[in-house]
């Protein structure tokens, strides 16, 4: 059909389906025998005026009326539509849709059904003719219009029928005449449609727009469904004399809808979150029973562990890529009908449609499935299943996104169930295709999420120790959102002297980026760490690099996107002194447990985040009881959409406030306490429940700056080790002891102080005010000096310096068994 005739169907669907329709009933040689209300209020006439005459009278010209009362004899068409001017009672014309078309009856006879619209209130389209000239080009509108008419008398009996009704809703025209509707076609639907049609009886009001449909059976997957609107006749008295219904078939429409019903539930119901197989039942889901009774999807085996899959099924030996069950659905309960679980490996048939399709890249559209062919030769066990439940309509679609297939979807149809059809497959390849962006989205979110996992945890600390200063422990839990995992970092880095250093940092944003920015960090930390700077000028040494690092980044077009933001809690605790010494760069402070169970968050400066470079750092530095908690976390842990940080620090707070647990059993607790099940930002907790060197492990004198002091540091050192057990180090420590008292009495002015600590290594710090740092040197064999650093470099382990307020501090650290 031309689309010029689909035109002209529509514009006739949309005549007959506006409210009050002028319609008048002609005997078969054109005269009225039935006039509706709506007609009298088009022309003014009412129906004791009209029926008896003919109904050219009412056409506005003689030539019009010539032309319709040939139209009007036997042998000429028997429909017709298009436009002409009719005679208003008050004498003025009016430009109308004539609609004209003939009915059958019993023994027979005939009948005209003519529809009029004010052209005024009628779609604008191209006209065939002005007038009734345009009845040669009306013959080559289609045999037959899609519009039904049935005229019934006042007892609801049908006594005139068009042709086109009687080809559409299923009941036959002997069954139809003479019969009413609930005679013809016994059912609740025409109990309701006869109800209507006795108050337009009753009433004369039309009723427009009931939607039923068809009477008898079909084999269409779709039963046609019409629409209806029911007008009351009149004689020349003006006394009802029967029901004129009109119907239009609205299948198409109605199938239309129903398909932008399933797309658009599509759109809400797939791809709700970014894990491959949810997104697979998903599919599934949607599509059992709205389309098929028994779907699955079956994925690439790769996909779900976010691997680049297949292009296709390529020249690789032929190999079938292994499949893993995202999701099934079944019209019955534990869905019987498959042979895996979800989740489990499937197995394809060498040769069947699921390699065709993989192969192809094309869909397998089986609407009769015959199982005497590839399934008894290739899959015994699926061809019993499709015996046992009757399976006998089948479509395999393959799931492809940007050039790649991600597996396929199947979909089958049993039982009762009428076959597949074309539109089925097309409606099937739409889901499918909306269904792949979402498993190829989740796909490369997986892919990219495991990638930055995989470099977190190379990154961070896996055995981790705080030596002799703490005890450690610490929970690390990634984001569960469609952004990927965050930037958080921690470490625990071993200090000279017993200390131990804790950090732990945030680099806003997520994904890939955000991990290898946190890596960048965490080795500037360390590195930084190793000069053993004080926490505030550590954090601003880091400021720095950061800054460097995201000018590094910039686009050099674009100077405004250097932008790198990270937060950070730098902590230094001492078990000599129990003294803990702390700073932040715009990181959340850090929670203190003392040992009886008391929570304080310390007042710590802010301090911006770095890469701001906005305001200088400052440290503070608190007195901790022996076995007090430190507890460092990242904000992931106390933020939440339904409250506050100061509520969620509140909650942290009642979870650490166990003492009594073992500090792995506390940070876990803690964790799982205080965090989401998918927490949309990464959620770190580091606690370390500190420790305290007795005086059996630390000794400590003041020497006098005098060249004599060094044979006293040498006496008083060998005597201490004797008392610690460690004679065998004692020949190296005099040396070491010498040579650092000596250099700090030449560059040094005030007094100086020597002290052993025994902890996991033997430390020697000696102290004095002078601000000038040895440096190693490699003197020549006339030099007199610079060979006293040297020595203690060829004796100690590692050996370093570190600032302090009134000096500095130069020490050297051996081990405490020798070295096989």
Request: glycine share 8%; net charge negative; proline share 6%.
């Amino acid at each position: 059909m031309d689309s010029s005739a689909q035109t002209e169907i529509a514009a006739d669907q949309t005549a007959f389906q506006a409210s009050g329709a002028a319609i008048a009933l002609l005997d078969v040689e054109g005269t009225v025998v039935g006039w509706t209300q709506a007609a009298q209020r088009l022309v003014g006439y009412s129906a004791v005026e009209v029926v008896g005459r003919s109904g050219a009278v009412l056409l506005a010209t003689a030539g019009d009326r010539a032309e319709a009362s040939a139209f009007a004899k036997p042998g000429s068409a028997s429909r017709w539509s298009g436009f002409t001017t009719v005679r208003h009672r008050d004498g003025h014309s009016i430009d109308v849709r004539l609609w004209v078309q003939a009915l059958s009856g019993q023994n027979g006879r005939a009948r005209w059904i003519v529809s009029a619209t004010n052209k005024a209130t009628f779609p604008s389209r191209p006209a065939n003719g002005s007038g009734l000239e345009s009845l040669p080009a009306a013959l080559h509108l289609p045999s037959r219009l899609p519009i039904g008419v049935v005229i019934r008398d006042t007892q609801l009996r049908c006594t005139w029928v068009n042709d086109t009704q009687g080809l559409r809703d299923g009941i036959p025209l002997e069954q139809r005449l003479g019969h009413t509707l609930t005679q013809a076609a016994p059912g609740p639907q025409a109990d309701m449609l006869e109800a209507l049609m006795r108050q337009v009886l009753q009433s004369g009001v039309p009723t427009t727009n009931v939607e039923f449909r068809a009477f008898a059976p079909t084999h269409a997957r779709h039963e046609p469904t019409f629409m209806a609107s029911f007008f009351r006749l009149d004689d020349a008295q003006g006394r009802a004399l029967g029901v004129c219904a009109v119907t239009v078939d609205v299948t198409d429409s109605r199938r239309a809808r129903e398909r932008l019903a399933i797309l658009g539930e599509a759109s809400k119901r797939i791809g709700t979150t970014l894990d491959v197989m949810r997104t697979g039942q998903e599919l599934a889901d949607l599509a059992v029973p709205l389309l098929a009774d028994y779907a699955t999807v079956d994925l690439v085996e790769s996909v779900p562990f976010g691997e680049d899959p297949l292009a296709r099924l390529g020249p690789r030996g032929g190999h079938i890529p292994a499949f893993c069950r995202a999701g099934l659905a079944s019209v019955h309960q534990e869905v019987p009908e498959s042979l895996f679980t979800r989740g489990e490996p499937v197995f394809v048939p060498p040769a069947s449609p699921f390699t065709s399709v993989l192969r192809s890249g094309k869909s397998h559209f089986e609407p009769l499935l015959d199982p005497g062919t590839w399934l008894d030769h290739q899959d015994a066990a699926r061809a019993e299943k499709v015996r046992e439940h009757m399976m006998h309509s089948l479509m395999i679609v393959p799931i492809r996104a940007r050039g790649a297939v991600l597996g396929v979807a199947v979909f089958v149809r049993m039982a009762d169930s009428v076959p597949f059809e074309e539109e089925d497959l097309l409606l099937a390849e739409e889901l499918v295709s909306w269904a792949a962006l979402s498993l190829d989205n989740a796909r490369q979110y997986a892919r990219e999420r495991s990638t930055a996992l995989s470099l977190q945890r190379h990154l961070l600390p896996h055995h981790a120790t705080g030596g002799t200063a703490a005890t450690v422990a610490w929970r690390y839990q990634p984001a569960d959102s469609h952004q990927g995992v965050g930037g958080d970092w921690f470490d625990v880095i071993e200090l000279p002297g017993a200390r131990l250093a804790l950090v732990v940092g945030d680099v806003v944003g997520h994904g890939i980026n955000a991990a290898a920015t946190m890596g960048q960090l965490r080795t500037a930390v360390r590195t930084l760490a190793s000069m053993d700077l004080p926490p505030d000028e550590l954090l601003a040494h880091l400021d720095e690099q950061v800054t460097r690092l995201a000018e590094e980044d910039a686009d050099p077009e674009d100077p405004d996107t250097a932008t790198m933001i990270a937060t950070c809690l730098y902590a230094v605790y001492d078990p000599v002194t129990r003294q803990c010494t702390m700073a932040r760069a715009g990181h959340p402070p850090p929670a203190i447990v003392d040992p009886h169970g008391h929570v304080v968050f310390p007042d710590l400066p802010t301090g911006a985040p770095l890469g701001l470079g906005l305001v200088p750092f400052e440290s503070v530095t608190l007195d901790l009881a022996e076995n007090s908690v430190l507890a460092l976390y990242t904000d992931g842990l106390i933020e939440a959409r339904n409250h506050d940080l100061d509520t969620g620090m509140n909650r942290l707070a009642a979870a650490l406030a166990r003492p009594d647990l073992p500090l792995k059993d506390l940070c876990s607790t803690a964790v799982d306490t205080l965090s989401t099940k998918a927490p949309s930002d990464d959620v770190t907790l580091l606690l370390a429940r500190t420790h305290t060197l007795g005086p059996n492990q630390v000794a400590s004198w003041q020497l006098s700056d005098d060249p004599a002091a060094v044979s006293r540091a040498r006496a008083l050192t060998t005597r201490q080790l004797h008392q610690w057990g460690l004679e065998h180090l004692a020949e190296s420590t005099q040396l070491i002891v010498s040579e650092l008292v000596t250099n700090a009495i030449r560059h040094g002015n005030g007094p100086i102080h020597l002290r052993l600590i025994r902890h996991e290594m033997l430390t020697c710090e000696v102290f004095d005010t002078s601000n000038s740092y040895p440096r190693l040197r490699h003197p020549s064999t006339t030099d007199e000096n610079g060979r006293g650093i040297l020595l203690v470099t060829q004796l100690a382990r590692r050996w370093g310096t570190r600032h302090t307020p009134d000096g500095k501090i130069i020490w050297a650290e051996q081990q405490l068994t020798p070295s096989p």
